[in-house]
């Protein structure tokens, strides 16, 4: 890290600058030290999170999933023994296992504050390493679209199957054709109903007025792959439009990824959505059942290393022919009830 343009981190609308010391690094990644530095505790914010005064000082609480509370504590309790030193606080912390919340006491409200901004920023370098549990999609399953998907996977693996790469194993799963919008780290049933009620919530907010209580009609067509070479590929993904050419479901998409990026429950990786359906993956060839998410990573590290590429030419050629052959390849459509 250049220590003239340190990482940023972003909490509660306010950006903090992430100092890392240096200490032997450790084996395992739950017996990390990771600490911001020693700061001036006046010059915390005071207003991005509730600090309560109380008959022996002041309080602050947190919830935190329990999955990470060993980031806070540190290895044999050094990571928490030093914000309390450091800040004058005193930190309680659940058993390992059962919910609740962690709450942080002082005699100095500025102490309170300073204990309660570094915990924020460990908790979000760490959330940040942790595999996705679940992901907002629109599903692509209808009998219509995996029947034209099996279609496409039996010529393939027919006429393709010498190629460098490909087999059956790389398709996805019919049952699971869908348009991944985010990946989202859910720890506990909390933020699990968090997202859920968030769902609904844009529901009601946007997503009826712009399809109008009604389904929208989208059209599956076309192909592009994730790289320059059509000779290596890695994904290979079905083209997703609306039939009356509008930009419904775009807007639908990019306006759901706002809205649980603002949350917290979901970071932003793009600048808008892209919407495809991804038919072929290398990841597959390790997760037969058609997992993309979850098997994409491995402790929040990415496994591309590890991938086989595939030889994709013939398929393409392939597939024009194969579209060639249909009275009409706007039958591959989903009628998707949003």
């Given at each position: 890290?250049?220590?003239?343009?340190?990482?940023?981190?972003?909490?509660?609308?306010?950006?903090?600058?992430?100092?890392?010391?240096?200490?032997?690094?450790?084996?395992?990644?739950?017996?990390?030290?990771?600490?911001?530095?020693?700061?001036?505790?006046?010059?915390?914010?005071?207003?991005?999170?509730?600090?309560?005064?109380?008959?022996?000082?002041?309080?602050?609480?947190?919830?935190?999933?329990?999955?990470?509370?060993?980031?806070?504590?540190?290895?044999?309790?050094?990571?928490?023994?030093?914000?309390?030193?450091?800040?004058?606080?005193?930190?309680?912390?659940?058993?390992?296992?059962?919910?609740?919340?962690?709450?942080?006491?002082?005699?100095?409200?500025?102490?309170?504050?300073?204990?309660?901004?570094?915990?924020?920023?460990?908790?979000?370098?760490?959330?940040?390493?942790?595999?996705?549990?679940?992901?907002?999609?629109?599903?692509?399953?209808?009998?219509?679209?995996?029947?034209?998907?099996?279609?496409?996977?039996?010529?393939?693996?027919?006429?393709?199957?010498?190629?460098?790469?490909?087999?059956?194993?790389?398709?996805?799963?019919?049952?699971?054709?869908?348009?991944?919008?985010?990946?989202?780290?859910?720890?506990?049933?909390?933020?699990?109903?968090?997202?859920?009620?968030?769902?609904?919530?844009?529901?009601?907010?946007?997503?009826?007025?712009?399809?109008?209580?009604?389904?929208?009609?989208?059209?599956?067509?076309?192909?592009?792959?994730?790289?320059?070479?059509?000779?290596?590929?890695?994904?290979?993904?079905?083209?997703?439009?609306?039939?009356?050419?509008?930009?419904?479901?775009?807007?639908?998409?990019?306006?759901?990824?706002?809205?649980?990026?603002?949350?917290?429950?979901?970071?932003?990786?793009?600048?808008?959505?892209?919407?495809?359906?991804?038919?072929?993956?290398?990841?597959?060839?390790?997760?037969?059942?058609?997992?993309?998410?979850?098997s994409s990573t491995v402790s929040g590290k990415s496994s591309f290393k590890e991938r086989e590429s595939f030889n994709g030419r013939n398929i393409l050629k392939v597939l024009c022919c194969f579209a060639a052959e249909q009275e009409n390849i706007n039958d591959w459509t989903r009628q998707a009830e949003c």
């Open positions: 890290m250049d220590v003239l343009r340190p990482t940023l981190v972003r909490i509660g609308g306010r950006v903090y600058r992430k100092n890392i010391i240096h200490e032997q690094v450790q084996q395992q990644e739950e017996e990390e030290n990771f600490y911001t530095g020693p700061s001036d505790c006046a010059d915390e914010p005071c207003d991005a999170f509730v600090v309560e005064e109380t008959d022996k000082g002041f309080q602050c609480r947190v919830e935190v999933p329990s999955p990470l509370y060993k980031y806070i504590i540190g290895k044999k309790g050094e990571t928490k023994k030093r914000i309390e030193t450091e800040t004058r606080t005193s930190i309680s912390i659940p058993k390992p296992g059962l919910e609740g919340e962690i709450v942080i006491t002082g005699q100095q409200r500025g102490g309170v504050i300073s204990a309660r901004t570094r915990i924020d920023v460990l908790l979000d370098s760490f959330r940040k390493k942790q595999p996705f549990t679940h992901f907002l999609s629109f599903a692509l399953n209808q009998p219509v679209v995996q029947e034209k998907f099996l279609q496409f996977k039996e010529e393939v693996l027919e006429k393709c199957s010498q190629d460098h790469g490909v087999s059956s194993s790389l398709f996805q799963n019919p049952a699971k054709l869908h348009l991944t919008l985010g990946t989202l780290v859910l720890l506990n049933e909390q933020e699990i109903q968090r997202a859920c009620d968030l769902l609904q919530q844009c529901k009601e907010d946007f997503v009826d007025q712009i399809t109008g209580g009604k389904p929208l009609s989208v059209e599956v067509a076309g192909v592009e792959y994730m790289n320059d070479d059509p000779a290596m590929m890695d994904v290979l993904y079905a083209k997703v439009h609306m039939k009356d050419g509008s930009d419904k479901l775009q807007v639908i998409a990019d306006q759901l990824v706002e809205k649980f990026v603002a949350s917290g429950l979901m970071l932003r990786e793009w600048d808008r959505v892209k919407l495809h359906a991804t038919v072929m993956n290398t990841l597959f060839r390790k997760d037969p059942s058609g997992a993309e998410e979850r």
